[in-house]
């Protein structure tokens, strides 16, 4: 079963990290061009570099294991306004 | 009858090619239209297009490759331009609106899920469609298979496995284009409705590899090694590109290689068509009779056109290198990393590859803006791009630079690097002031998309530079060209007759006691009638006339005009100033330099004092001198009115600082 912990930033986590995207505080075209990369609630994300930029990886959707591996370098001060999880078994 | 029932009766079929940015859908593009393919543009908009023509039988089919879009539903210039050509309401110029007869979609199989998204955004609007799925090759590697007759079968539409760089299934496209039809499928209409869609296609179409983050997820399943080594090397590279020390230093490397291959390779080709033009005009003054017809032909259209186009070899191999880099997928890379360190100045990190060409040309470096998407961040790049040193600054850099330390190259070579850095501090401080007065705004966060590295295609490379270069002589052969008569004009006229000096040397060559001695008389008395037909033309009126406007700075009559005639392009100050204090218009040659330095006015006072020199170096750090540029701006901006902008702009802030440099100094 999965345990979600709230209030996690996407900016705060460290490489290597893997998650899934909870929701995004954003103005609606940055959220809307973020979603249409792939990086929407559900889907799982991976840190591959943490800073400015930082970099992240769209592992998959929220239903699928699509392993679509879309890598998206994102500016800090969007990924402060990402809500994600981390997935606990 | 409807634009679309006409097409049909001329046998014209129109497919829009649509797709995510990075799926190769230009490479697909160019493999299907070769060397047939031109640039159009959107009235009313800043995108363009690429368009071709591919016979299929009796079928000509019109192909309109599209901006790359995430979703036609954004609210950006480029999914506006994609919906409004898919809904027929928008078609490019010359042509009318109405629906394409089909749409191509084009996605990448090793990121497909993500893509079937804007195949339901496309398969809603119920037009015929072949869903083409780009780099199988790329996907198969990676360990993912795709069932196209189940993807098909989901879809409602005719799919085609393909890969692009190789040609793998590409020759079946275009007969299958002729033959599709209206999907039978219809995914839903919200966000949420049509990623779950997605997600469902390809749960039942594609069967991935497990990756590196299965490990326990499926039983019985390890992680494919290949994903793994995938992702590991690419985070290895990428922390190497993006790290914030490591970073620029290899930018830098990078950089200054591209630089020294445009400017060395170029040299040969430049050469040559300088060489090409002297012949074309000196062929025009042989052949033609001496009238204002053959003056204008030699000195106005060769001569004024032949200096833009000895650009072009270094435009072509920007164009070229910057394609193969950008295909590899670095320059993606580079722009995020410099993304930090303009967006304090309201620029974003896509504006990086455009400031970074202009140091070639203005000419390219702005057309590359158009690879930013929002229109204000492009314009602002746009508008301050011509404060990158470009490489026509470099012979007015070269004798400012030579008549202040003349023996002194380490001081030389400082002042020059001083040059280029006074030019990208003007343009990021006046991109500041821009963003907060006349473009109001931040600039965009940039979030981007790092696309999968890879081998580059020079296939693509090539076809975008014969693009690129095409749309430069075009505008060579149009505005530049008729800015260049109406130089010409302004700088030959009214006529003069031989001058009082010249008619005095003319006399006493055959008193020489050598032919030798003659022909040198002869020549000074050709050099003292350039000086007085340039002092006597429209152009050395207007110097005489704006004197007092350049004296604060510290140029006297002959010095403005230089300036002023240098006002088409820097380059030619050069020159002028050649022949308004030695008569002899070759500013390359060294007894010219060294007699251009030594120039005094009739007081003794020499021309370019230290004060002035300074002055002027500045003044042509900064100033918007190059017609060319405005003309590219007023067209890229969708108007004349920007190019004024930068115009007022540039000229200002060379003026203001020019002045104070020679206040300071004098």
Same mark, same amino acid.
């Given at each position: 079963?999965?345990?979600?912990?709230?209030?996690?930033?996407?900016?705060?986590?460290?490489?290597?990290?893997?998650?899934?995207?909870?929701?995004?505080?954003?103005?609606?075209?940055?959220?809307?061009?973020?979603?249409?990369?792939?990086?929407?609630?559900?889907?799982?994300?991976?840190v +591959? @570099?943490? #800073?400015?930029?930082?970099? *992240?990886?769209?592992?998959?959707?929220?239903?699928?294991?699509? %392993?679509?591996? +879309? @890598?998206? #370098?994102?500016?800090s001060? *969007?990924?402060?306004?990402?809500?994600?999880?981390?997935?606990? %078994? | 009858?409807?634009?679309?029932?006409?097409?049909?009766?001329?046998?014209?079929?129109?497919?829009?090619?649509?797709?995510?940015?990075?799926?190769?859908?230009?490479?697909?593009?160019?493999?299907?239209?070769?060397?047939?393919?031109?640039?159009?543009?959107?009235?009313?908009?800043?995108?363009?297009?690429?368009?071709?023509?591919?016979?299929?039988?009796?079928?000509?089919?019109?192909?309109?490759?599209l901006?790359?879009?995430?979703?036609?539903?954004?609210?950006?210039?480029?999914?506006?331009?994609?919906r409004e050509?898919?809904?027929?309401?928008?078609?490019?110029?010359?042509?009318?609106?109405?629906?394409?007869?089909?749409?191509?979609?084009?996605v990448?199989?090793?990121?497909?899920?993500?893509?079937?998204?804007?195949?339901?955004?496309?398969?809603?609007?119920?037009?015929?469609?072949?869903?083409?799925?780009?780099?199988?090759?790329?996907?198969?590697?990676?360990?993912?298979?795709?069932?196209?007759?189940?993807?098909?079968?989901?879809l409602?539409?005719?799919?085609l496995?393909v890969?692009?760089?190789?040609?793998?299934?590409?020759?079946?496209?275009?007969?299958?284009?002729?033959?599709?039809?209206?999907?039978?499928?219809?995914?839903?209409?919200?966000?949420?409705?049509?990623?779950?869609?997605?997600?469902?296609?390809?749960?039942?179409?594609?069967?991935?590899?497990?990756?590196?983050?299965?490990?326990?997820?499926?039983?019985?399943e390890?992680?494919?090694?290949?994903?793994?080594?995938?992702?590991?090397?690419?985070?290895?590279i990428?922390?190497?590109?993006?790290?914030?020390?490591?970073?620029?230093?290899?930018?830098?490397?990078v950089?200054?290689?591209?630089?020294?291959?445009?400017?060395?390779?170029?040299?040969?080709?430049?050469?040559?068509?300088s060489?090409?033009?002297?012949?074309?005009?000196?062929w025009?003054?042989?052949?033609?009779?001496?009238?204002?017809?053959?003056?204008?032909?030699?000195?106005?259209?060769?001569?004024?056109?032949?200096?833009?186009?000895?650009?072009?070899?270094?435009i072509?191999?920007?164009?070229?290198?910057?394609?193969?880099?950008?295909d590899?997928?670095?320059?993606?890379?580079?722009?995020?990393?410099?993304?930090?360190?303009?967006?304090?100045?309201?620029?974003?990190?896509?504006?990086?590859?455009?400031?970074?060409?202009?140091?070639?040309?203005?000419?390219?470096?702005?057309?590359?803006?158009?690879?930013?998407?929002?229109?204000?961040?492009?314009?602002?790049?746009?508008?301050?791009?011509?404060?990158?040193?470009?490489?026509?600054?470099?012979?007015?850099?070269?004798?400012?630079?030579?008549?202040?330390?003349?023996?002194?190259?380490?001081?030389g070579?400082?002042?020059?690097?001083?040059?280029?850095?006074l030019?990208?501090?003007?343009?990021?401080?006046?991109?500041?002031?821009?963003?907060?007065?006349?473009?109001?705004?931040?600039?965009?966060?940039?979030?981007?998309?790092?696309?999968?590295?890879?081998?580059?295609?020079?296939?693509?490379?090539?076809?975008?530079?014969?693009?690129?270069?095409?749309?430069?002589?075009?505008?060579?052969?149009?505005?530049?060209l008729?800015?260049?008569?109406?130089?010409?004009?302004?700088?030959?006229?009214?006529?003069?007759?031989?001058?009082?000096?010249?008619?005095?040397?003319?006399?006493?060559?055959?008193?020489?006691?050598?032919?030798?001695g003659?022909?040198?008389?002869?020549?000074r008395?050709?050099?003292?009638?350039?000086?007085?037909?340039?002092?006597?033309?429209?152009?050395?009126?207007?110097g005489?006339?704006?004197?007092p406007?350049?004296?604060?700075?510290?140029?006297?009559?002959?010095?403005?005009?230089?300036?002023?005639?240098?006002?088409?392009?820097?380059?030619?100050?050069?020159?002028?100033?050649?022949?308004?204090?030695?008569?002899?218009?070759?500013?390359?040659?060294?007894?010219?330099?060294?007699?251009?330095?030594?120039?005094?006015?009739?007081?003794?006072?020499?021309?370019?004092s230290?004060?002035t020199?300074?002055?002027l170096?500045?003044?042509?750090?900064?100033?918007?001198?190059?017609?060319?540029?405005?003309?590219?701006?007023?067209?890229?901006?969708?108007?004349?009115k920007?190019?004024?902008?930068?115009?007022?702009?540039?000229?200002?802030?060379?003026?203001?600082?020019?002045?104070?440099?020679?206040?300071?100094?004098?």
């Open positions: 079963m999965v345990k979600i912990a709230s209030g996690m930033l996407l900016k705060d986590q460290p490489t290597g990290w893997i998650g899934r995207v909870v929701s995004t505080d954003l103005p609606d075209s940055e959220a809307a061009m973020l979603r249409a990369m792939g990086l929407r609630p559900g889907a799982v994300v991976r +591959c @570099r943490r #800073g400015t930029p930082t970099v *992240v990886e769209v592992v998959s959707g929220h239903q699928c294991k699509c %392993h679509c591996r +879309c @890598r998206i #370098g994102i500016a001060e *969007v990924c402060g306004s990402i809500v994600v999880d981390r997935e606990s %078994h | 009858m409807n634009p679309k029932a006409e097409r049909a009766a001329d046998g014209v079929f129109r497919v829009a090619m649509l797709g995510n940015p990075n799926t190769g859908k230009t490479t697909l593009f160019n493999r299907l239209s070769g060397l047939r393919a031109k640039t159009s543009n959107f009235p009313g908009t800043t995108q363009d297009a690429r368009v071709a023509v591919l016979e299929s039988g009796a079928t000509t089919i019109e192909l309109i490759d901006p790359g879009v995430y979703s036609l539903e954004l609210e950006t210039s480029e999914s506006r331009v994609c050509v898919l809904d027929g309401k928008l078609a490019l110029k010359g042509e009318r609106a109405g629906d394409p007869d089909a749409v191509l979609v084009v990448d199989g090793s990121k497909l899920a993500r893509n079937l998204t804007i195949v339901g955004e496309s398969l809603r609007r119920r037009l015929p469609t072949l869903v083409v799925v780009n780099m199988i090759d790329l996907a198969r590697r990676e360990g993912i298979e795709i069932d196209a007759e189940i993807l098909s079968e989901k409602g539409a005719a799919v496995l890969s692009a760089r190789s040609g793998e299934g590409c020759d079946k496209i275009v007969s299958m284009l002729a033959i599709s039809r209206i999907p039978n499928q219809t995914p839903p209409g919200t966000v949420e409705g049509i990623e779950r869609w997605a997600d469902d296609v390809y749960a039942a179409c594609a069967r991935p590899a497990p990756t590196h983050l299965d490990e326990g997820d499926h039983a019985g390890g992680p494919s090694e290949a994903s793994r080594r995938v992702a590991d090397t690419t985070d290895r990428d922390a190497m590109l993006i790290h914030p020390v490591a970073g620029p230093v290899i930018l830098a490397v950089m200054a290689g591209l630089f020294w291959v445009i400017f060395s390779a170029a040299k040969w080709p430049m050469d040559a068509i060489a090409a033009f002297d012949a074309a005009k000196a025009i003054e042989g052949v033609l009779p001496a009238g204002i017809l053959t003056d204008m032909l030699a000195n106005g259209v060769v001569a004024g056109v032949g200096t833009t186009l000895v650009f072009l070899p270094q072509c191999l920007l164009f070229f290198l910057m394609s193969l880099l950008e590899t997928g670095y320059l993606a890379r580079a722009a995020i990393m410099m993304d930090r360190l303009l967006r304090p100045f309201g620029l974003p990190g896509h504006s990086f590859v455009p400031l970074l060409g202009s140091h070639a040309c203005a000419l390219p470096g702005i057309m590359a803006t158009r690879a930013i998407p929002d229109f204000r961040d492009r314009l602002a790049t746009i508008l301050v791009a011509p404060f990158m040193s470009c490489s026509a600054r470099l012979p007015v850099y070269v004798l400012l630079v030579s008549i202040l330390f003349h023996d002194q190259p380490a001081l070579a400082v002042a020059f690097v001083g040059c280029y850095a030019g990208i501090v003007a343009g990021l401080g006046s991109a500041m002031i821009a963003r907060r007065t006349i473009l109001p705004g931040k600039s965009r966060p940039m979030i981007l998309e790092l696309p999968t590295y890879k081998r580059p295609s020079l296939r693509t490379a090539f076809l975008l530079t014969l693009d690129r270069a095409g749309i430069f002589v075009k505008s060579a052969g149009t505005t530049i008729a800015i260049c008569i109406v130089l010409w004009w302004l700088g030959s006229y009214p006529r003069s007759g031989p001058s009082p000096d010249g008619d005095l040397l003319r006399a006493q060559a055959p008193l020489q006691a050598s032919a030798e003659a022909r040198d008389f002869d020549e008395a050709a050099r003292a009638d350039a000086m007085y037909a340039k002092e006597r033309s429209m152009v050395g009126m207007m005489r006339a704006v004197e406007v350049f004296r604060p700075l510290g140029y006297d009559w002959q010095l403005s005009v230089g300036v002023l005639s240098s006002f088409a392009a820097r380059e030619v100050f050069v020159n002028t100033m050649a022949i308004v204090t030695t008569g002899n218009e070759d500013g390359e040659d060294e007894g010219v330099l060294e007699r251009v330095r030594e120039a005094r006015r009739g007081d003794g006072t020499p021309i370019f230290r004060a020199c300074w002055s170096l500045v003044y042509y750090v900064l100033a918007m001198q190059c017609l060319p540029t405005l003309a590219v701006t007023a067209r890229e901006s969708r108007g004349v920007w190019a004024f902008v930068q115009l007022g702009w540039m000229s200002g802030v060379a003026y203001v600082a020019a002045l104070v440099t020679y206040q300071m100094l004098a």
